[in-house]
């Protein structure tokens, strides 16, 4: 079918292809239609886990522990729910189903009537607002310390300040002599950021442990502070998480490149201050870098095999195989469940793959979020590895299932294989206040015990820790 296809209305596209046509061409992201919580999809009164929607259907995941079981063309009632509130009713008919690792994944025509995602998302907005202005008035203010709402009084006042003297070197006319402000601005801004930065950590730690507190303190943050940090393009990104998630592979990319983003002065300077919260990103990355090198130097009599699970960008590969020659071969195979990351982990490394003429290759392999943690579904197929590494997914895992998950990759490394593992660290420098608070960023910090304790009952010939220069990152390097 052609383009004009696109315009034409469903009820012109009987066909299963030309229903198929219409559903990808016209399909919105849950996550992008909606920016904070996802409205639940109830089918026949039980609440799914709604995925996209079109003008004329929708798809979901069924819960776990949903027994029904839906067929092809069974009439189905549906409602959009935010919590006791309804924003869409009707009718409609299952037109597909699919096994999936979540569950069962359905695709649901509509009955008689049409799904507007404008009118939705209009509503969606409205009652957000409403529900966003009752759950603040009824916060208990008294939770949130008084040492806490005045750091959030300096930084705004710290930013807004300097933001006076950017706007009046921007009104000046003079790019270049702007350029220069902003740097003497960033010189300035970063050591007193920095100081407000610790203070705050060591304000909320404590309350990381009462769960009231952390709410009223995190809704603060929300509505009092975090709209000074949206201009900085990386701080907005971690905060409205438009894959879904956090740490997306474009933050890993911001972070490393280091350069200034924005259209105004102001909106580069708050990018650097981001950028300032996600230097141990970058130190990881070459630390990793430095890992591989010396692994491939080691003497062996075979190819060095490496395998980075949650690889992101991987740029710690493109830019070691950017070496003018390598010592012996190298199998690189990078796993992440974003195809983005991995065509731009290809794409980068494409180049010097040829260049080094059969010694190098990299083997890009996708895997859905859950899946990543299937060791036997990963490893299964490959043959020992000499180096298993992964840069922060251990962050958004729990004591048990992360040393579960690190004791399972240990299994497959060869005799002398090396096992990587990152962590934020738990520390008065730490990343938590900005991530948590200002990003809603939510992750597990270790400490050096912490991390030497996922490694307790292997078979280890050597367990070592290390620090990054920024004091924020714990890697744990586990020999077989």
Partial sequence: MGLESRTKTYEELRGAEGR?????????????????????LVINRVPHTLDNVSMSGLAAVSPPTDDQVLLVRQPVSIQLRMGGDVLFSGQGQVVRTEETHKGMRLGISLKDCRFDPREIVAQYDELEVRRSLAHFSSLDNSLVPEAYRAVCADVINLFRAYNETLEEAERMGNPEGAEKVLTACEEHIVPRWQDLWRKANAIVEPLMDDPEALRAAKRYTEVVLTPDFMPGAIIRRSYEKPLGYP??????????DWKREGKTLHEKLI????????????????????????????????????????????????????????????????IDQDHEALSYAYESTYADVLRHGGKASVNCLHAAFNQLFHT?????????????????????????????WVQSLFQYLAP?????????????????????????????????????????????SSVTTEIDPSGRVCMLTIRK
Avoid at 20 to 40: E, G, T, W
Avoid at 247 to 256: E, S
Avoid at 429 to 458: H, I, K, Q
């Fill in 247 to 256: 740490g997306d592979f474009q933050i890993m990319q911001m972070a490393y």
């Fill in 271 to 334: 990018h650097r201050i981001g950028l300032d919260v996600g230097e141990m990103l970058t130190n990881r990355m070459v630390m990793m870098r430095e890992i591989i090198a010396r692994m491939v130097l080691e003497d062996r009599d075979r190819p060095v095999r490496a395998t980075s699970v949650g690889c992101g960008p991987a740029r710690e590969v493109s830019d070691y195989l950017k070496v003018g020659s390598l010592p012996r071969k190298v199998d690189f195979t990078l």
């Fill in 20 to 40: 198929q046509i219409f559903f990808r061409a016209q399909r919105y992201r849950s996550q992008d239609l909606f920016r904070r919580a996802v409205p639940d």
């Fill in 416 to 460: 002398g294989g090396k096992l990587v593992i990152s962590n934020l660290y738990k520390s008065p420098n730490s990343s938590l206040w900005p991530l948590e608070f200002v990003c809603d960023w939510t992750l597990f910090y270790r400490t050096e015990e912490d991390m030497l304790a996922l490694a307790e009952g292997l078979d280890a």
């Fill in 376 to 404: 036997e579904e990963l490893f299964g197929r490959l043959a020992e590895q000499d180096l298993i590494y992964t840069l922060g997914l251990v962050d958004y895992l729990k004591p048990r299932r992360a040393r579960v």
